[in-house]
């Protein structure tokens, strides 16, 4: 039977096919050889065979359209990890204050999304703790690049029928750092669901995991709207510098007017894109999130 992937933790995976919810695990020769990624994750179409009291057996993974993952460093050397597969959406949550917006996070969650060719589009939560005029500067220079921002507020209800509306009919995912509200934000949307949440920590100001599995959720305006556990890094998987400037919208016409070909936008005389930095053509916050995953530097 064919089957889509809707949850996954530790092994096990629940599969949605024609006749039900099938609780799968991997069948063995899949496992062999060594593993450079997770074999299976939410949003994986997937080929299973029945096995004894309801439980299934995957046999084979389809071929995937696009992916969100990241890098993550094992003893074994690096490792994809997959966040989802075949998303429609990318819906890429930030807090506007409790914890402060992580644009160096934000702008590399971005940078898959380009690479992989993933509609994105940014939500703006905690809106009550700033006010609509300060939310509104804080992500101001997002939508002229592409990228929707809808700004929400779990506390107050507010913003939410917009968001449900851009969710209708697509396999959407949730993906932000911990603490800014993904999990509050989704049990408005799918009240049945009562996923817990915590607060931010006082001491650190910065979110606690409360998600610890990855899972999609049936929709009741269709498709499938994922969780997943808040981030605290997000290194990129196959991302390489040399195409970086690529994933950055506002970068692309610039390239092509630098003096170098290989300009790193960085030092190099003549470089369209600081100039164009410097005439507040491109904002400084993206261009220093650009020269920190040049430079391999910590996501501000």
Known sequence: ?????????????????????????????????????????IGDWV??????????????????????????????????????????LAVFVFACAEPAPRYGMLDRFLVIAEKQSIPAMIVA???????????????????????PVIYTSATLHSGIDELRSRLSGKISVFAGPSGVGKSSLLNILLPNLDISTAHVSQASNTGKHTTVVREMYANPDGGYIADTPGLRTL??????????????????????????????HDHEPGCAVKA???????????????LSIRMGEEMD
């Not at 949850?7 to 063995?28: A, I, M, N, P």
């Not at 299934?56 to 690096?78: F, H, M, Q, Y």
Request: aromatic residues 10%.
């Open 1 to 41: 039977m064919r089957g889509l992937v809707v949850r996954s933790q530790s092994g096990f995976y629940l599969v949605k096919t024609h006749d039900g919810l099938l609780t799968c695990q991997l069948r063995g020769r899949m496992k062999k050889g060594p593993r450079l990624g997770d074999m299976v994750s």
């Open 47 to 88: 080929e299973v065979t029945l096995g004894k009291g309801g439980s299934g057996v995957i046999e084979a993974v389809e071929p995937r359209k696009r992916l969100l993952s990241r890098s993550d460093p094992t003893p074994r050397g690096e490792y994809q990890q997959i966040i989802i597969a075949n998303p429609d």
């Open 125 to 147: 939560n905690k809106t009550d703790l700033v006010g609509m005029e300060e939310a509104k500067r804080l992500f101001s220079h997002y939508p002229s690049l592409g990228y």
């Open 235 to 264: 290194a990129f998987w196959d991302i390489q510098l040399e195409e970086l400037d690529g994933f950055f919208p506002e970068f692309r016409q610039l390239v092509a007017q630098c003096r170098f070909s290989d300009c790193t």
């Open 276 to 290: 164009a930095v410097a005439r507040g053509e491109v904002h400084p916050a993206r261009y220093r999130s650009y």
